[in-house]
């Protein structure tokens, strides 16, 4: 039976166009869901094998709602990582050909999308309100279906094909090197082939109490061993104001005896470790490249 693989739709979000790069030559049943908690659910429920879920953005950084919904909500390990270019379009209903670009009233999309493009689309139509909604392809649903209205969506060129919007204007991020990280998570039934043997662990570390140097001991934990750590962060227990764990990314796989040593003296000290995964990453022109080979 084919996999399935659940991902933030509809078709032609950025999330759509990870997941079909992710498992490209594999015979797998790829699932919109409307949201990223939808999507994540969809596993934990076993309603599908894997979710491709956004992760974290150049421009903007976390997508918390994933993040918190992986560490409070479910028990899914993540199993692969790939790093996607973000391009953004600003796309409009072909009955508005002849509105000029400062002549619309609204602009349509996913808050991480209208974050990555705020300055400039503010600078192209100043005065113009911003509409958040669950996905940039929604937003673009929503504009195919207003012909009358002066609106924008921020969205990929492969939801403008699917509602029939015209690109008015192409790359509208604010900054040229946008790339997203997504993260597919759960048990599918198949192994996908390591591209360059790429690999990081994700581990959440909870201090035992706040004291002076608490998090410096952690971090000399890794230092010492020389383990690159490629991401840390902090974000709240919701157990009280100032409560925090640390969300690190290491660069070894968990088999590594340094970095089992590492969890080791982290465990000593008193701190809670959990290990949300270890999985190969590559990006996504590296892996275009590896196929075509
Ligand atoms: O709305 C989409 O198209 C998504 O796939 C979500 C998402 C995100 O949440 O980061 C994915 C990539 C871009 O960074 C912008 C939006």
Redesign the pocket.
Known sequence: MNNKVAY?GPIG????AAASSLFEGHSVQLEPYPT?VDTLQAVAEKKADVAVV?IE?AL?GS?HMTLDHLVHHVDLPIWRELIYP?SHCLLAHPNQAATKLSEFTHVLS?P??IA?CYHTVRKLIPGVTFVHTD???LAAAKVGERADEKWLAI??TQAAECHQLKVRQADVQDQPNNF?RFWAVGRPAFAVEDVDGKHKTCLQVTLPADYPGALYQVLAAFSWRKINLCRIESRPTKTGLGNYFFLIEAELPIRHVLLQGAIEEVTALGCKVRVLGSFPYHYYRERQTALRN
Do not use: K
């Not at 979000?13 to 759509?16: A, D, K, N, Q, R």
């Open positions: 933030l979000t950025f999330t759509h990223i956004p953005n903007e997508v973000i996913h991480q999308a990555q996905s940039t392809a969205g990929t997203t």
